[in-house]
């Protein structure tokens, strides 16, 4: 009986010793990785911030985002866009130095698999330089296609004014052709980017320098 007991101790105290080594070793790993990670995830999302606003050489954090987003409030419930977010604004930075614009991402929660987050380049005399989607959870092959450059080219050089789709095929300058077969997710789309365009209006288009 004594020996049971003994084999017993011995075999929870070699588990317990696994799993605290387990533990540390994870530890260690994350801390580890953890910098090269975040690195990686802030140069992909350069990456992008680039593509949507060529020609700027840096971005510039803008950091009241969030007390900025909160006086676009009302704007944004009256176009019924108040469950998307923005989730970052940067300035686009010219060589010179200059702020030549825009980037701004924002998020609707109402793609076909949960979130979709874009983001959009507009310059300071309201063009849309650029669109891409930063992250999105859409159907392979159906809600995927929002990455595709046919789509996400549709929104170069309009005006950052309010954007809709059509199914029909786009005729009017603030048009775009909705994704085949994937309605949810060109909305969620659609929505993201008239957020940004929401809040680049009441921030820094010509109804905030009017001071509307």
Known sequence: MKEKKSGLFSNTVVIFVITLVSVVLLAVVYQITKEPIAKAQEDAKIKIYSSVFIGAVSFEKIENTQSLFSGAARALSKADLSDCTVDEALYAKSESGETAGYVISAVS???????????????????????????????????????????????????????????????APDEIDAISGATRTTNAAVQAVNTAIIFYNENFGAKAAKGE
Request: aromatic letters at 8%; proline letters at 2%.
């Open 109 to 171: 929660p109402n793609g076909y698999g949960g979130d979709v987050k874009i983001a959009v380049g507009i310059s300071r005399d309201g063009v849309l330089t650029g669109f891409d989607v930063v992250s999105n959870s859409e159907t392979a092959g159906l809600g995927s296609k929002c990455t595709d450059e046919e789509f996400t080219s549709q929104f170069k050089n309009k005006r950052a004014e309010m954007i809709k789709y059509t199914k029909t095929g786009a005729s």
